[in-house]
């Protein structure tokens, strides 16, 4: 006689006890996924926390050196600070005494000393101030574009003395193909012409003239200025 499937006792009981062990295995299943996302999540907690313990103790260290560095800077100008203050208030020890009796002796220019100077567009000297002339000639300069010549303008003399040919520095007959002088003249235009003050030229009609100089000596005197853009002088000098 055979037995149904459904009716036999022993297959009832093993499919009643796989039930429990089933779920048991997937609540173990599931505790165990828990307490690897547990873990997980605290290992990554302490590596993060770690981190950011490590930057703010490089942050705390630099701000060590950071004021470190400030407070010796402080300390220095504060002594330099004292140190001045020190110097300014301590009493002049080295004190020069002289005698009542003893003569004040003051420099004074010697009637055969003075300072030169040159006197651009004309070829003499002042005659209301001591004054004596050197010698006379014209303006002159280098060209913009040589080399080796006169970088400034120049009062060339009138009477030039060339040495011997064939010496060095000497003038070459027919070799002049260094750098040149060139005498300045006038090149004015007509609104040009009424601004400049022709009174102390020696010509009104300047235009393509030579640039004269003269080489004055002025006597009795110490020192020699220019001031560009003044025809008057500072108060104590004279024009």
């Given amino acids: 006689m055979k037995v149904s499937e459904y009716n036999d006792p022993l297959r009832h009981r093993v499919v009643k006890s796989k039930a429990p062990v089933l779920a048991r295995t997937l609540v173990l299943l599931v505790t165990a996924g828990f307490a690897l996302v547990v873990a997980f999540s605290c290992v990554f907690y302490a590596a993060h926390a770690q981190h950011r313990m490590l930057q703010f103790q490089n942050e705390l260290t630099n701000m060590k050196v950071s004021l470190h560095k400030r407070s010796a800077e402080l300390e220095s100008r504060v002594r330099r600070s004292v140190s001045r203050n020190n110097f300014v208030k301590k009493p002049i020890k080295h004190v020069v005494k002289r005698n009542a009796n003893e003569p004040v002796v003051v420099t004074t220019p010697q009637p ?14 002042p005659k209301q101030v001591e004054t004596s002339l050197v010698y006379h000639g014209s303006a002159a300069g280098g060209h913009h574009t040589h080399t080796g010549g006169s970088t400034d303008v120049i009062c060339l003399a009138g009477n030039i003395s060339y040495t011997e040919e064939r010496v060095k520095g000497g003038y070459i007959t027919g070799k002049q193909a260094n750098s040149h002088l060139y005498g300045l003249e006038y090149r004015d235009s007509s609104w040009v012409n009424n601004l400049l003050d022709y009174s102390l030229t020696e010509n009104v009609a300047v235009q393509y003239h030579s640039v004269p100089c ?10 020699q200025l220019m001031i560009p853009g003044r025809n008057e002088c500072p108060e104590g000098w004279f024009l």
């Fill in 214 to 223: 003269a080489l004055c000596m002025a006597t009795r005197r110490l020192n």
């Fill in 112 to 125: 055969n000393a003075g300072v030169t100077y040159i006197r651009w567009g004309r070829r003499d000297c």
